[in-house]
């Protein structure tokens, strides 16, 4: 029986270019790739709620109990099983977003909501978080330009720089909390590059997928 798998989270900003490093990075280590908030049936209508532009609206708690139902379901659906059976997951968002967004960025206390965070995750915790940071300028740059060629932002990309900057410096300050579970890179750097420094650094902390049966 191979023994449990590793979670990767790759976090950051809107337009960090997290999405796109987590699809390479999945693809050269030969892990599962999934995401948040939506990767399940629940989860895709829960992810409705929270940023389809024309949902109504819900308060600050509202948004973290939602984005906490998400990642429960989530876990015991996808992730937990995932990992029992011996496989790599790299997670496109994971418990680290709740904290920044809904913590830093909304204004909602950052301790009780890291607590729902492990209560919904049933302690299901990444072993490697990646914080792809870029500057909150490039990342309204990058938006824009994707924006403009597939239709409207979600509500949480157009709550402004103000934001993205409180958000940003959530996902640092955690980074900075627990740098033996973190590492953050470049997002500016050129994407092969950095899906290269991306796979040395996960082969370096966790070790080798292949390695570990898969």
Do not use: N
């Amino acid at each position: 029986m191979p023994g449990r798998g590793r979670l990767i989270a790759l976090e950051g900003i809107d337009g960090c270019g997290k999405s796109t490093q987590a699809r390479a990075l999945s693809a050269a280590l030969g892990a599962q790739l999934t995401f948040e908030p939506g990767a399940t049936p629940v989860g895709a209508r829960l992810r409705q709620l929270l940023l389809a532009p024309d949902a109504p609206a819900v308060s600050a708690r509202a948004e973290a109990l939602l984005m906490a139902a998400d990642r429960a379901e989530h876990v015991d659906q996808v992730v937990a099983p995932a990992l029992a059976a011996g496989s790599w997951v790299v997670s496109d968002r994971y418990a680290a977003s709740t904290v920044a967004y809904q913590g830093y960025g909304r204004g909602l206390d950052p301790g009780e909501l890291a607590r729902l965070v492990a209560w919904a995750s049933a302690g299901v915790s990444a072993d490697l978080s990646v914080l792809v940071d870029v500057e909150v300028e490039v990342a309204a740059a990058r938006l824009a330009a994707v924006t403009g060629a597939q239709g409207a932002p979600d509500r949480l990309e157009v709550l402004g720089p103000e934001f993205a900057a409180r958000v940003r410096r959530g996902f640092l300050a955690q980074a900075e909390a627990e740098p033996e579970r973190w590492v953050v890179v470049d997002g500016t750097e050129e994407v092969a590059a950095l899906t290269a420094r991306l796979v040395a650094v996960v082969r370096e902390r966790l070790g080798d997928p292949a390695a570990a049966g898969r």
